[in-house]
Structures are given as structure tokens and as C-alpha cells.
């Protein structure tokens, strides 16, 4: 049981943005119905490689319920309807116009349902030019401006995750939680709307303050940090490649004083500040990779600990699973267990274990459960 155990979902949903979201609704306790096409989530296409189903589908669908409703059919979208009626959040990625086409105004919905709470998620805002335009996470990355300040130098790059929608998913989380709460004291629910660009905008914050009121929006430095130094990549003797980060005016005396033992840094005009030491970047990082590749990265952890310096390995993906901080989860594809990075602030002790629906797994038991409910309200 969880925090929003009793709380029924509705999830007309795929991919990965209100899948995101519908996840951590069924995280916390709420039962999510995940309504999926004859032909199932398109997600559940990408790839086969988690006991021969899709890394995101499994990633994204634990603990959800599956019913299978072909909502080209008149009985079936009346179906869906009935079983918005008995739900307390209506979550829908559909594209833009689509829920109007099934005869699910939003607007009729609420007026009808006075205490639901839907959640739509589109590329862009209702309030927009660009509403009913398409919008998948890399488009949102290249258009927002994100991948002009991701990559290296000489070109732009994609960050390595959805971040795009695994950002719209949260806050349409977070939105939908504040909305249980104002119906609890309300008694009145709410239509709520995320998109993908408003996301990724709000997460761009400081590089469009940048831009905006310091005229000097940030370059693409790879591992480097386009507005702090030093902080990147550096090498040890051995070959060890990790990151070190210089935040503030202690630490860096504290780097040049115990960590690397180039004292004569502190007096250098080149040096006096973050500013300073980001206009001669090059100068910086040359002197301090100078001094850790004479070291070996047992002496590099041994002095920067001793300094309280902040660093860390370059590891790879491969990496993660033998990390001594790296923690699990577990959820049940078939008869198979399978371990997924837990889940920050929540019990990962549920049982029983989140189960991977198959496609319409759920759909016989889902709706004779709304047959039975609605008959003793008849």
C-alpha cells in the first residue's frame, strides 16, 4: 500500500512521457488502468531486451493493469467512458483533437465528472501556435535550444536519456498530486496540461537567463562546465579518466595547496577567481593536468579526499549494476525477476512484486469489475 492507495487512474497513454507519469501515480499506491490499442503501446515495439520484452515497456508499465479497447468501435469508447466515470484521474497523450473525435470533450468530461482530474500531455500548450503539431523527445531537445548547448565543441549532441520526456512526466506528476490535494479540500477536481516544450524550457532555465540578461548564453564544452573552472575531464598517470569539479574560492585553494601542490596558482592574476579562471580556461587546465599526471588515481583520491575535493571516475553504463551506491528495485516480467534502479523516496519493499502486464492481460477482469460496480449503483 502506498500514499495514494484507493485513487483510480485511467491511462489512455504510450511512449514514454504519460507512461512516466502513470508509473509513479501506480509507484505511490493509486491502481493505474493502462488503456492500450488492438496492437498494444507502440513502446512495447522498441526493442527486446528485457526477458524478450521492450527496456522502456518494462521500465515504464509495472504494476499497471492492461485492457485492450479498440476505441474505433462505438461500444468500446462508451466502454472507456464508463470507465472514466469510475476513476479519479484521466491521464491522455492522445494527439490533439483525437479525445474530441471519440466524443470525450474535456470540458463536457468535467462538467459531467466534477471531481476528476485529467491530465493531458502534448508536445506543445493549448495556449500556443504549435498545439497540434507532433513533438517526439529529440525533436523538443533541437528545437528548445538544448542540444545547441549539449555535445562537444565542434558539434551538437542528444542527451543519452529521454530527459525531455522523462521531465514532462514529472510534472505532470507533481501537477496531479496538487490537484488530489486541492480535491481534498475542494471537492472539486481539475484539467490540468503539460507539455514537452514547456518542460524542457523550464529545465533550460539558467542558460535562457543567460541569453536574455547576460547577453553570453553558455557553450558547448563536453565534459567541461561552460561557466566554472576548472571542472572537467583530467587524467591520472595511470590513465584513469575522472571528473573534477572546483565550486567555490576554498576549494580551489585547497586543490592548489593539498591537492596538486601548485601554490604558486593562488597569486596568479590568471587564477584570482572563477571568472578570471574561466577566461584562461586553457592556462587552468593545462597547469592542473599537468600536476595529476604525475600522480597515480590511488594518490589523486588519496590527497583530493584529504582536501574534500569533489571528483569522480568516468565510469561506463556498463559500470552501474557493481556500483556499491547503485540500488534496486524489483518487478516480475513473466516468471522472470528483474532488477530496476529504485526509486528515490519511496519503499521499495512492495508485495507483491509489480508485475509487467501482457497486452490485455487485464481487460476481461477490469470490466467485469465495472459491470458489477455499476450494477449496484443501478
Not at 45 to 62: I, P, R
Request: aromatic share 6%; proline share 5%.
Amino acid at each position: 500500500m502506498g500514499f495514494l492507495d484507493g485513487i483510480t487512474v485511467v491511462a489512455i497513454e504510450q511512449a514514454v512521457a504519460a507512461p512516466a507519469c502513470s508509473m509513479r501515480l501506480a509507484q505511490a499506491g493509486a491502481r493505474v488502468i493502462k488503456i492500450e490499442r488492438p496492437e498494444g503501446d507502440f513502446a512495447r515495439g522498441y526493442d527486446t531486451a528485457v526477458a524478450g520484452q521492450s527496456s522502456y515497456f518494462v521500465w515504464l508499465n509495472a504494476g499497471k493493469e492492461s485492457v485492450v479497447l479498440d476505441l474505433r468501435q462505438g461500444d468500446q469508447v462508451a466502454t472507456l467512458h464508463r470507465l472514466i466515470a469510475e476513476s479519479d484521474v484521466l491521464i491522455q497523450n492522445l494527439k490533439p483533437g483525437a479525445m474530441q473525435k471519440l466524443g470525450l470533450d474535456l470540458l463536457q468530461l468535467h462538467q459531467r465528472l466534477p471531481r476528476l482530474i485529467s491530465m493531458s500531455i502534448a508536445g506543445f500548450a493549448p495556449d500556443g501556435p504549435g498545439h497540434s503539431r507532433k513533438a517526439y523527445d529529440l525533436l523538443m531537445q533541437a528545437e528548445s535550444g538544448l542540444s545547441a548547448i549539449t555535445g562537444s565543441p565542434e558539434a551538437p549532441g542528444r542527451v543519452g536519456v529521454s530527459l525531455v520526456d522523462i521531465a514532462t512526466g514529472q510534472f505532470a506528476y507533481e501537477a496531479i498530486l496538487g490537484a488530489l490535494i486541492e480535491r481534498g479540500k475542494t471537492g472539486h477536481g481539475a484539467a490540468l496540461n503539460v507539455s514537452l516544450f514547456d518542460a524542457v524550457a523550464q529545465w533550460l532555465a539558467v542558460p535562457y537567463l543567460l541569453e536574455r540578461y547576460g547577453n553570453s548564453p553558455p557553450q558547448r564544452a563536453g565534459l567541461a562546465h561552460p561557466g566554472i573552472c576548472p571542472y572537467g575531464v583530467f587524467m591520472a598517470q595511470c590513465g584513469q579518466e575522472f571528473i573534477l569539479s572546483v565550486q567555490n574560492e576554498r576549494e580551489w585553494q585547497r586543490l592548489c595547496a593539498t591537492g596538486i601542490g601548485r601554490d604558486e596558482l593562488l597569486s596568479d592574476e590568471r587564477c584570482k577567481d572563477n571568472e578570471s579562471r574561466v577566461a584562461h580556461r586553457e592556462f587552468v587546465d593545462t597547469a592542473v593536468q599537468q600536476a595529476i599526471g604525475e600522480m597515480s588515481y590511488a594518490l589523486v583520491q588519496e590527497r583530493f579526499n584529504a582536501a574534500d575535493l569533489a571528483f569522480a571516475p568516468l565510469h561506463q553504463i556498463t559500470d552501474l549494476k557493481a556500483h556499491k551506491d547503485f540500488h534496486t528495485f524489483d518487478v516480475m516480467v513473466g516468471d522472470r525477476l528483474i532488477h530496476l534502479p529504485r526509486v528515490p523516496g519511496l519503499d521499495a519493499t512492495a508485495k507483491p512484486l509489480p508485475r509487467v502486464p501482457e497486452l490485455g492481460e487485464h481487460t476481461a477482469h477490469v470490466l467485469r469489475q465495472l459491470d458489477e460496480s455499476q450494477a449496484r449503483q443501478s
